[in-house]
Nanobody, 115 residues
Framework: QVQLVESGGGLVQPGGSLKLSCVASGFTFSNYFMRWFRQAPGKERELVAEISGGGDANYADSMKGRFTISRDNAKNTVYLQMNNLKPEDTANYYC?????????WGQGTQVTISS
């Protein structure tokens, strides 16, 4: 079955960096777009970035220039490098894949930006 396991979250001061990882299994990883979403308390889940199997990336406007999505198809892993973090980046971050019109989600990893 499809499994997505995120890691790498934590508490970071404003201006700091974090790199999130998501290890996928149960499907042919290289064939699918992978996406990172985030959800802050009291807010709707929002798309952060997505990357095609070949490595073409797209970002939400507010993340452009600060976040970088990448993938290693040999390791079935997608990454999210986050730089210059701001308090408003505080959220639970999820990776996701859409297969045959169904969205699969990991359990999420918490990112907290605070001094």
């Amino acid at each position: 079955q499809v499994q997505l396991v995120e890691s790498g979250g934590g508490l970071v001061q404003p201006g700091g960096s974090l790199k999130l990882s998501c290890v996928a299994s149960g499907f042919t990883f290289s064939n699918y777009f992978m996406r990172w979403f985030r959800q802050a308390p009291g807010k709707e889940r929002e798309l952060v970035a997505e990357i095609s199997g070949g490595g073409d990336a797209n970002y939400a406007d507010s993340m452009k220039g600060r976040f970088t999505i990448s993938r290693d198809n040999a390791k079935n892993t997608v990454y999210l490098q986050m730089n210059n973090l701001k308090p408003e980046d505080t959220a639970n971050y999820y990776c996701s894949v859409r297969i045959l019109y169904r969205n699969y989600w990991g359990q999420g990893t918490q990112v907290t930006i605070s001094s």
